[in-house]
């Protein structure tokens, strides 16, 4: 057989469903979907019904996250709000596709190609792609024995059905992905074809039936009818936890369903959650008991509260307190509906009786959810499966979603969802972590059940432990205790997502991911942390998840130190403004200061302590140099805010001219090592280790002892 073989690449990539909200889902090498669309807008002309296989391969050099701007209307002020949600990009990225079409198609595809009729781009993409082949090649069906395995040279979708004939050795099972391929109807709304893949990183070994382009490169061409067969059977619900929204939802289901004494991971498998019908169906009201919990605490104790009795409402106390900040006036939280205002009043004498009252008034609600539908023909978003009658709202998850009656068409496509899907939203609330008025996940894309467990971790911890590392950080150390052999991919995908109410229905949502290089710094580093900045370690954590560098950090730790009195009347209580603060604290530097330069050097994948060591100790001994008179020890201050004036300037050149006077005033030489090793990469270390060696004290007090690093005289 022939196909057309064609590499592209492009400099950065962001791949997401052609449906998405943007940040919840993305992919580590484009859908089938994104790269059909790219094929038409080269050929000059719009997808007609033809039908055609595709194979995806690609390989990228870097992942990195960045915001990207997420936009939700703000019923209240009648304006555009803009949200920065995190997403990974793709760095120099080439993809190698293969096509096999209809002769007639093939040449269509061929010549578009090769001369595009529009600039081509890759969606979420800043620069153009570039074609770098277009080429016929011959393809064989070939019958390879596992001791001459091939290796795949770049990572794969892997569709689900050459699982029978291929078998994989060293990474694992590969992760299961829902992909769009084909529209299934070319007028708008857009509703599209889902196949199942599997993507597999570069270096897995396959062995088995494979088919070979002429240059021995592997090919997965997918079939896009197969989605079809996969329709939901009879006696099963079946979820997808594709995005972190749907994840949440399905282990707040999996709790309620622990609770109610059931052996959750049979109804687990990869992403997905199938339930029994039966089960499904008994789902609401394991719900309401699931709330219900430790209702008689709670329920005696805002009873005692409440001042005029005929005002308690059990059902607020219970159930809208659960569900109130991410379902506004939806069936079961808004308070001027019948069934919820007739427990107004209701006696707590008892409260097994008022238990069951509340319980009832949450089954009317969930009849009354099920009667709100709207007619629509399109397929739901979520499961891909079911059809869908309704669309997504901000009763549905109102951090996220908008109202649709004021925004209908204006921000994004109206999202369809089936009924299904819509009441497994709301155990969102039930998979988050609640802490003081915000809410924390955890979320690892490929794994429902780990996600699972990783979220149980948040919420019984022990408090001690909460304490003094964060709530965070415990996550963090039982996914590096796990160990578990995971793509990259999937490493650099675990995240968490926190969100803040920060009004009735506005959130703010932030996420951050463990990266590899975290990871390893965590590992290696976190102990050393000062024990005399604890109070601002979850200020250095908020640095590290989102990214920011710690040289920041530190030049706000120096600035407060260094400039005692013009922070004296600082009142903000941002996070900068707090690691000010603990830096006008610090009576005193202390080597253990170096520990931040030691990490973020790890985090650069730069591991240059010797570098560091040496930039400290040559800037005590020239604080040695300048006590020896009066008149150069008057001097050492205004140096100190020249140099560090330099490092926030980024300026080699000022830093280094200040560097050699500064030598020349004791009537030395600028040591070697500066020559050696101040260039544009090594400056922030370099420059800070130096003004920490600078300022730091000659002996460490006792109470720091403790924790000086590991600091030897090198220099
Ligand atoms: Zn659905």
Redesign the pocket.
Known sequence: MECLRVKLYTPTGIFKNPLSIKGIEVYPLPPYSTIIGLIYRAMGRKWNGEYFQISIQGDYQAIYRDYVWYKKYNLKDKELEKLPLQVPILYNLWLLIHIKASEELLKEMESGLREPKELLFLSGGEYPVKVEEVKRVKCFEKFISEEDNIMLSYHAYIPREFKERISFSGTGEGILFSLSYFYKNSQKPKTYSWIDAYYFPKGTEIYGSVILDEDNNPVFLAQPEVAELRRAEEEYVR?YAGNWLMASACVGVLKVLENAGEDIERYVEEKSLTLPKELWQRLPELYAEYLLKDAEHILRASYEKEKDKSKFNPYNVIILRSLGDFYKNSPFTNPTLSYITKLKGVSIENINQVKNQVKSSFMEGYKYFLSKTVETSQT???????Q?KNYVDATTFTPLFASLETVRNFIWDPIP??K???FLLYFASAGFYRSAGKYLFVYIPDDLLETYRLNLVLSTKEEIEQEKLGKVLSVVRYVLDLEKQKSSWVLQNIYFVEIEMVGDATANIYSFHISPNLASAIRKLIDKYPKNLQDIFSEFLFYIYTGRSLYEFLFLLLSGFFRKESYENLKDNTIDARIIRAGRKMRYLSPNLLFFINFQEVLNMKEQKDYIDRAFWAGRALKRLYNENEHTQKKLEPLTYRLLEAVRRKDKEYFIHNLIRAYLEVEKEIPYFFKEALDDKNFSMIAYAFIIGLNSEEKAKAEETTNEGEITESA
């Open positions: 979820f739901c978003f979520f499961c891909h499966e079911r869908a969802i089936c299904e899907c819509e």
